[in-house]
């Protein structure tokens, strides 16, 4: 009897022990149940990665990076010849930044959406970097700025320039004309008249 019991105590420890084991395992499973549920590898994404951008001086350019909804949280940086500027989504937003430059973060079509837009492009922009960050995801995509003289710039100084010189031709013209018609301005470019220079008829 007192042997049977011995068996039954030994069963039931072993019993317990395996309880225990099993216990933090499944506790395990379940916290990373949750971690997958947080962050789970379809919302680890990028719907809209911002891409290099191409445009001639004076003209717009936007750069956009996109996440899922259900993972809304993003990073955008901006790397620019005038500062580096940060726009945290969804609840991000700037603007009155130098150089025309708005940030804006918004909701479409189940993405959360980030946007630097520089409303006018000069050569100092010419190399500006945006980066794109998701938490928990390790790829950052990376976009540059490409500024270019389209030769609007060039043509607009020559176009000055030619002005400039038939203004000057204009004024000159105008002037002489103006000089052959007043005889008060004759005179005073003339100078005074000696006496020498009158004739005297004497008669007789």
């Known amino acids: 009897m007192g042997m049977k019991m011995n068996v039954s105590h030994v069963y039931l420890l072993l019993l317990l022990a395996l309880l225990q084991i099993t216990a933090p395992s499944s506790a395990q499973n379940t916290d990373s149940n949750e971690t997958a549920s947080v962050s789970s590898p379809a919302d680890l994404v990028y719907r809209t990665v911002p891409s290099v951008v191409t445009v001639a001086v004076g003209k717009p350019a936007e750069f956009s ?77 990376v976009a540059v700025l ?19 010189f038939f203004g000057v031709l204009l ?5 002489f004309v103006t000089l052959q018609r007043s005889e008060s301005l004759q005179k005073c470019f003339r100078g005074k008249e000696t006496e020498d220079d009158m004739t005297w008829i004497v008669e007789d």
């Not at 004024?171 to 002037?175: E, G, P, Y």
């Open 171 to 175: 004024v000159a013209a105008l002037f």
């Open 65 to 141: 990076c996109g996440v899922p909804k259900a993972s809304p949280n993003l990073t955008f940086i901006f790397y620019g010849s005038h500062g580096n500027y940060t726009l945290t989504c969804p609840d991000g937003h700037l603007e009155y930044i130098p150089q025309a430059l708005y940030g804006s973060c918004y909701i479409k079509n189940e993405e959360s959406l980030a946007m630097w837009t520089l409303k006018g492009t000069s050569f100092s922009d010419n190399g500006s970097i945006v980066v794109c960050h998701q938490p928990m995801n390790p790829y950052a995509p």
């Open 146 to 164: 490409h500024v270019y003289d389209s030769g609007f710039h060039h043509a607009t100084l020559i176009g000055c320039v030619i002005g400039a």
